[in-house]
C-alpha cells in the first residue's frame, strides 16, 4: 500500500504528519522523502544513509562528422531543446527533458545520449529497523521530476507492506508525479484561507488521478471552519486533528519527532494508519 501524504502549501505539517505515520507503522514501512528540492524528513527520523546513487537524465549528444543537419531532431523535439540553423545542431540542455526521440529518430544515428547527473538518492535505516531513502537534486538544476521518478523506481532493502510518500508542497508537476501510482493520498492543511484555498488544488490534483483521499487538520483551533466546511460539501473525510501546541511546536524546532515530543498522540496515528489501510481495502474490494 502506497499512501502519499501532500499540502497545498509549506509548512502545513506535511513532514510531522509523514513521519509520524512512518514511525507507528515501524519495521513494515517504507518512508520516502520526495520533496527532493528541500528534504527534512531525515531530521526527524534520523536514519543512518549508507546507500547511494547519482541520478539524472540522458542528454543528447551530436556527432557532428555523421550529422547532415536535416532538422528531424528539432521536428521532433516537443521542448525546443534542440534546434539546427544551416550547417549546425544546437543542444539546450536546460531545456531537455531527456525524453530520448531525438536519438531514437535520428535517421543518421548521428545522436547519442550521455547521463546529465541531477542529483542523487540516498537511503539507510532508521535505529527502530524503520527503511528510509531521499532524493536529493542539486543546486541549480531545474527539473524535480525526474528524481522522484527514480526515487519511487529505486528498490527496497526488502519488500515492505506500506510506503509512505512524503510528497513537495504546492500543486505542481513534481507533486503530480508523487502522487502517481497512490492508493491514498493523505491531505495535510490548516484551517486558515491560505490553507482552504492550496488544499482545494490538490483536491483537484489526487480526483484528476483518482485516488482516494482524506484529510488532516493541523494546527486546529486557530483561523475559521471554512476547511471543515469545504471538507463535508466535498465528502473528504477529516481523519485527523493536531491541535496548535506549544510543546509540538518547541519539540520539531529541536529536530525531534512528532512522536518523541508528545507520545500520547502515537495511538491517533496508529488509528489514522489503521483507517487508511480500511479505506484502501475497501476501495479494492469494489
Known amino acids: 500500500m502506497r499512501i502519499v501524504v501532500a499540502s497545498g502549501k509549506g509548512g502545513t505539517g506535511k513532514t510531522t504528519v509523514a513521519t509520524s505515520l512512518a514511525l507507528v507503522g515501524g519495521e513494515s514501512v517504507r518512508c520516502l522523502d520526495c520533496d527532493v528540492e ?42 525546443h531543446a534542440i534546434a539546427v540553423l544551416g550547417q549546425t545542431t544546437l543542444v539546450f540542455p536546460e531545456l531537455c527533458h531527456g525524453c530520448g526521440s531525438c536519438t531514437r529518430l535520428c535517421p543518421e544515428g548521428a545522436i547519442s545520449e550521455h547521463l546529465h547527473v541531477t542529483g542523487v538518492l540516498e537511503g ?37 507492506a506500506i510506503e509512505i510518500w512524503d510528497a513537495p508542497p504546492g500543486a505542481s508537476c ?52 471554512a476547511v471543515d466546511a469545504y471538507c463535508a460539501d466535498q465528502g473528504l473525510p477529516i481523519l485527523l486533528r493536531i491541535p496548535m501546541e506549544r510543546r509540538i511546536a518547541e519539540g520539531l524546532a529541536r529536530g525531534r519527532s512528532l512522536l518523541e515530543t508528545a507520545p500520547d498522540y502515537r495511538p491517533a496515528f496508529q488509528t489514522l494508519l489503521a483507517a487508511i489501510q480500511d479505506r484502501v481495502n475497501a476501495e479494492y474490494a469494489r
Open 174 to 225: 513534481p507533486v503530480v508525479e508523487t502522487l502517481r501510482g497512490a492508493d491514498f493520498a493523505l491531505l495535510v492543511t490548516e484551517p486558515t484561507p491560505f490553507g482552504l484555498h492550496d488544499l482545494k488544488q490538490v483536491v483537484g490534483i489526487a480526483r484528476e488521478l483518482k485516488i482516494p483521499a482524506g484529510v488532516v487538520v493541523n494546527r486546529d483551533g486557530i483561523g475559521d471552519q
Open 124 to 160: 539507510g535505516l532508521t535505529a527502530d529497523g524503520l527503511e528510509f531513502a531521499r532524493g536529493l537534486l542539486q543546486v541549480g538544476e531545474p527539473m524535480a521530476v525526474p528524481i522522484i521518478r527514480e526515487l519511487k523506481r529505486w528498490p527496497p532493502r526488502r519488500r515492505p
Open 38 to 79: 528541500a528534504p527534512n524528513a531525515a531530521l526527524f527520523l534520523h536514519p543512518v544513509l549508507d546507500r547511494r546513487q547519482e541520478v539524472g537524465i540522458p542528454l543528447p549528444r551530436v556527432d557532428t562528422a555523421r550529422c547532415t543537419h536535416c532538422g528531424k531532431c528539432a521536428e521532433v523535439c516537443q521542448y
